[in-house]
């Protein structure tokens, strides 16, 4: 049976109408349970006590078939109310001087306390009250100090039996539980690891589209002016610096998505001149760079110098959209233990309407912060200019 439901913690717990015995689910036990009370039952039957005095016979019948009961039932007040009579029909019994029938006080406090479920309180209660009840009756009808002894003793093995089947299954369940929530938390890093990929694909994948796309627009529009003002050689070699682009970037995007489907090739290593590539292709879209410092990502290794070549990209690429014309000041500091990335572009008088969401800068930052070392990037308005800044802490 199962008691209203706690009005503190808000939850249930079984009485003694779910003993631990009752979840198995085959019955063998059951059958066992009833062999033996049917051995015990014999040998009490058998007794002068039981066989010349009425009272005693009857304690001894209820006591069986009370035990009896207890184990055929399943859930329910009347099974609590069962185990209660079998303690109470065989403390007397025993008592009088039926001494198999300490088996029907065994029972009751081996069952029960095998249950961590069970409330203890009950379970000392129960126990508390049979020794009391046994020790009463063996007094009244005069039982050998000897005998009452061995009576108390039996009970005091099943209590100590109990106490131990109770603890191995309360361990039992705390590796079950240990266990899952082991489990839980490999789910929870698994789940977290694939987030972490898809982020580093959507940067790439960002970076890719906004600059191979970007730089398309723009040459483009240069294409446009070119043939409107009759200058179709230079359109030509326009048209041929964005077919370079698209192919570019569309190599990028195939790496992207191929690391999304957990291909195994891996994207093509950065070049040491990657930076200065960068520089040269926004110079060949019209913008103009004002360098400081020498733009090689020479002893740089591959995690740092991707992500060194994606600021630079990301805010190059930034500054055409936002401030197209305005020139770029660009300053590589590489010290002994770190190379220092700044990229400052003047803020316009009338600021470019903005398509973005952001999401190329906040990249650029988790990108940096992935590596685990120190290495950092920000960006925001500083004084008249808007800078981009990334420092990777080299091994």
């Known amino acids: 049976m199962i008691d209203p ?50 009272g005693t016979l009857t304690l ?33 019994g025993t008592g009088l001087g039926v001494t198999v029938l300490v088996a029907g ?15 203890l309180d009950r379970i000392v209660a129960l126990c508390a009250g049979s020794a009391a009840v046994l020790l009463l009756v063996a007094v009244v009808a005069r ?11 039996g009970l005091a093995f099943g209590v100590a039996l109990g106490v131990s089947r109770r603890y191995r299954v309360r361990a039992a369940q705390q590796q079950d539980a240990l266990r899952d929530a082991a489990r839980a938390a490999e789910q929870d890093a698994a789940r977290n690891r694939l987030l972490e990929d898809r982020a580093a694909v959507a940067r790439d994948i960002h970076d890719v589209l906004a600059h191979s796309l970007g730089g398309l627009v723009l040459q483009l529009d240069a ?74 990502l020479a002893g740089v290794d591959g995690p740092h110098r991707q992500a060194l070549a994606r600021s630079l990209q990301e805010a190059l690429t ?38 973005g969401g952001g999401h190329g800068l906040l990249g650029m930052q988790e990108r940096f912060a992935a590596l685990g070392d120190g290495s950092a990037a920000s960006a925001g308005v500083r004084g008249d200019s808007f800078v981009v800044e990334a420092t990777a802490v080299l091994p």
Do not use: K
Request: with cysteine; charged share 20%; aromatic share 2%.
């Open 5 to 54: 439901v706690n009005a503190r913690t808000g939850t249930s717990r079984p009485s003694w109408g779910v003993p631990f015995a009752a979840a198995d689910p085959t019955g063998s036990r059951n059958w066992v349970v009833l062999l033996i009370i049917a051995v015990i039952g014999f040998g009490a039957l058998q007794t002068p006590q039981a066989t010349r005095n009425p």
């Open 60 to 92: 001894t019948v209820v006591a069986l078939l009370a035990w009896a009961g207890y184990t055929v039932l399943r859930a329910g007040r009347l099974r609590g109310a069962l185990i209660a009579v079998c303690a109470a029909a065989a403390s007397v």
């Open 105 to 119: 006080m065994i029972a009751p406090a081996t069952v029960l306390l095998s249950d961590p479920r069970q409330r």
């Open 143 to 153: 039982l050998s100090p000897t005998a009452i002894l061995i009576d108390l003793g």
């Open 223 to 296: 294409i446009e002016a070119l043939l409107e003002r009759g200058r179709a050689e230079e359109a030509a070699v326009r048209v041929g610096a964005a077919r370079g682009l698209a192919a570019d970037g569309l190599a990028e995007a195939r790496r992207a998505v191929a690391a999304l489907r957990d291909a195994e090739d891996s994207p093509a290593d950065v070049p040491d001149s990657a930076l200065a590539d960068l520089l040269a292709a926004h110079r060949a879209l019209g913008g103009a760079v004002d360098l400081m410092g020498e733009p090689t």
């Open 318 to 355: 930034n500054a055409r959209r936002h401030a197209p014309g305005a020139p770029v000041r660009v300053r590589v500091e590489r010290s002994e233990g770190a190379l220092t990335l700044r990229l400052a572009t003047a803020l316009p008088a009338v600021p470019a309407p903005s398509t």
